[in-house]
């Protein structure tokens, strides 16, 4: 399917946006210079970036790198439990037994009704309480096999960390999840009931109707809102700062307030975060225009 190119009007408008985004970037940067005066010093992030270690003659990450590891690390398991509740509660959302949808529907209208941060120190406190010690976390630390350690640090972090690795992408998870329970219901509802019908006519029970029928077309439907729940989970992680998980926002935290250069380590950290969530936004827009291409040819 051939592209349509932009009229004149659109390339006015994407010309117009563009300079005004410039024009205030640079009116904000001119007032940072001339009201408050400030005096600029971003030579100091390089080494709280990568630090040389002299016993082994390389570089080695430091803090903000560090705490930008850890950010994918927890948004790619909270992301990943957080699917699995989303699909597993937006099938109940729709499921013909009032259980399946009043749990489902109690679970998606707490989370959003309650705001993130409450929700994250009360679930962290209980979790990291009574939950996660059931899963002997601290056990494992201690007694597994060096080589498990070695793979569970890659996963998770330092060893001494665990507990509130885990705690943490479970509050994130159950969070996000909600979101995602509300994506799946609305892709699963918005499949016409005939398909359904279909499926029952040739003798096929409810879950291989969904299975095979519904929920394939469902699919498609619900990835553009997946992948932008996904950007909205990268942003939503620096919540965990305010319980101590050492992720970006928790680290940068810690130099700013070590080095007194606030600006400069916010500044780098809030490109960081629009460069990684710009970068997706245009890579799955790419991908959901070629999947539609493919689609329709």
Wanted: hydrophobic share 50%.
């Amino acid at each position: 399917m051939r592209r349509k190119p932009k009229s004149n009007l659109t390339r006015a408008v994407d010309v117009i946006v563009i300079a005004s985004a410039l024009f205030l970037v640079g009116y904000v940067i001119h007032k940072v210079d001339t009201v408050m005066i400030y005096d600029w010093h971003w030579d100091f992030l390089w080494n709280y970036i990568l630090r040389w270690d002299e016993e082994q003659q390389s570089y080695k990450p430091n803090l903000l790198l560090k705490g930008l590891t850890a950010t994918f690390g927890l948004v790619i398991w909270s992301m990943l439990l957080a699917s699995i509740i989303g699909i597993v509660m937006g099938i109940m959302r729709t499921s013909s037994r009032i259980f399946f949808r009043t749990v489902s529907r109690l679970y998606v209208e707490f989370i959003r009704n309650m705001p993130p941060v409450v929700f994250i120190f009360v679930f962290f406190f209980f979790l990291s309480s009574q939950f996660v010690p059931l899963l002997g976390i601290d056990r494992i630390s201690v007694d597994a096999s060096p080589t498990t350690i070695a793979i569970l640090e890659i996963l998770l972090g330092p060893k001494e960390l665990f507990a509130n690795a885990i705690s943490g992408i479970l509050c994130l998870a159950l969070f996000e999840g909600a979101y995602i329970t509300e994506i799946i219901r609305a892709g699963i509802q918005s499949i016409d009931k005939g398909q359904s019908e279909a499926g029952n006519s040739i003798g096929l029970s409810r879950f291989q109707t969904l299975r095979w029928i519904v929920f394939p077309q469902a699919v498609r439907k619900v990835i553009p809102p997946l992948t932008g729940q996904f950007i909205t989970l990268i942003k939503d992680s620096s919540i965990l700062a305010l319980i101590s998980i050492q992720e970006l926002t928790f680290l940068a935290q810690e130099v700013a307030y070590s080095t007194q250069y606030v600006f400069e380590v916010w500044l780098f950290v809030a490109g960081v975060y629009f460069c990684i969530c710009y970068s997706l936004a245009f890579l799955f827009t790419k991908l959901e225009k070629r999947s539609r291409r493919i689609y329709q040819s």
